[in-house]
């Protein structure tokens, strides 16, 4: 996870992108939004981007050392831990699958926040000792976001329980009746 942390930082700085490069916000004529427009070209190069990245960073980490203490390997939980280490060659292999995904997330009266998030899975196998674990990580990370502020009415309706109860507790805030 450690490896697409870092990956995702490296990219978003070096590309230097920004909301209003990835997401063209479409107004009416009063200055409203009425939609959003991703530009997936620019999704798509941060997305092979950041693969390219994880992939660089998990290979320059591709063989290391591991040291376990002896006891741990006597199966007694009071020797767990304990003892001189014994140290073993391993090796990860991996590779990565980066999507993404629209998020929008209620923020208030008329707000909705809008984020654009990659899910990064990385699969592989640790080999050590002639045997192999399979492993998979994910994380995801928040590449924008922003607050749509939408029009606030000039009455609110606040329905509160099953619509079998509504007529006793609708009630009305701001609305003037003729």
């Known amino acids: 996870m450690n490896s697409a942390n870092k990956a995702v930082a490296k990219v978003l700085t070096e590309s230097g992108i920004t909301y209003d490069e990835i997401v063209k916000t479409e107004r009416n004529a009063e200055g409203n939004v009425t939609s959003l427009c991703v530009d997936t070209v620019k999704i798509n190069i941060l997305q092979s981007g950041i693969t390219l990245a994880v992939s660089e960073i998990t290979a320059e980490n591709e063989t290391f050392v591991i040291s376990i203490p002896l006891g741990t390997f006597l199966g007694s939980e009071y020797t767990n831990g304990y ?67 939408g029009v606030l009415p000039e009455a609110l309706t606040n329905v509160i329980g099953s619509p079998s109860e509504l007529a006793g507790i609708i009630n009305d805030y701001g609305a003037v009746i003729d």
């Open 83 to 149: 003892g001189p280490r014994v140290k073993f060659n391993a090796q990860l292999t991996s590779g990565t699958v980066v999507t993404f995904s629209n998020e929008f997330r209620e923020a208030g009266l008329n707000q909705v926040i809008h984020r654009i998030v990659f899910n990064i899975e990385t699969s592989g196998r640790l080999v050590m000792l002639g045997k192999t674990d399979a492993l998979t990580v994910t994380t995801s990370a928040v590449v924008a976001e922003t607050v749509i502020v």
